[in-house]
T-cell receptor, first 113, second 116 residues
């Protein structure tokens, strides 16, 4: 059972545009929602994370929007750059249960120059 | 951020042999380490959770006798793929969580295993 669903599977954006990736979860016990960036042949790196007590978190060009009632959260990449081209994964975990991460399916982002 | 080092980054082995992958937390103590498997263009699938000084907890469908995990110290966990077969070829990634503090898990750079 896929507990975190991610869309779209792939995304092509022009340089300077906004990249938006969406995730939906089922388990209401999840209380930590990170986004990871992965380049080919490398491990994932944490981009930004949010907890359900806030609806938005911004760090530089990256923003997470969180909708607790809809059980959805999204990643917005402002002023997208070719160097942002990578695969992005959303994830969710329950902090009190050892923080096992459940990952979304991933989104392959391509930012064209 | 904290550093997790995984070794080797690439390994090719013959079918039937065993391969050991190391995961080290370089600048922090990790009571919990996680091992993932990732097929091309797919997501990370958790294989097992490794706690220092105790037996690993394997996810459903993961053969514990095939994927041996040892977490003997607060900075080192190892994954041994025993009697490897071509279908075990994959990208294996570890992550480590601080002994105390926040929830963030830090990932290693991954190990590309090819079984020929």
């Amino acid at each position: 059972q896929q507990q975190v669903k991610q869309s779209p599977q792939s995304l092509i954006v022009q340089k300077g545009g906004i990249s938006i990736i969406n995730c939906a979860y089922e388990n209401t016990a999840f209380d930590y929602f990170p986004w990871y960036q992965q380049f080919p042949g490398k491990g994932p790196a944490l981009l930004i994370a949010i907890r359900p007590d806030v609806s938005e978190k911004k760090e530089g060009r990256f923003t997470i929007s969180f909708n607790k009632s809809a059980k959805q959260f999204s990643l917005h990449i402002m002023d997208s750059q070719p160097g942002d081209s990578a695969t992005y994964f959303c994830a969710a975990s329950i902090e009190t249960s050892g923080s096992r991460l459940t990952f979304g399916e991933g989104t392959q982002l391509t930012v064209n120059p | 951020g904290a550093v997790v080092s995984q070794h080797p980054s690439r390994v090719i082995c013959k079918s039937g042999t065993s391969v050991k992958i190391e995961c080290r937390s370089l600048d922090f103590q990790a009571t919990t380490m996680f091992w993932y498997r990732q097929f091309p263009k797919q997501s990370l699938m958790l294989m097992a959770t490794s706690n220092e000084g105790s037996k690993a907890t394997y996810e459903q469908g993961v053969e514990k006798d095939k994927f041996l995990i040892n977490h003997a110290s607060l900075t080192l966990s190892t994954l041994t793929v025993t009697s490897a077969h071509p279908e075990d070829s994959s990208f294996y990634i570890c992550s480590a969580k601080r002994a105390q503090g926040n929830t963030e898990a830090f990932f290693g750079q991954g190990t590309r295993l090819t079984v020929v």
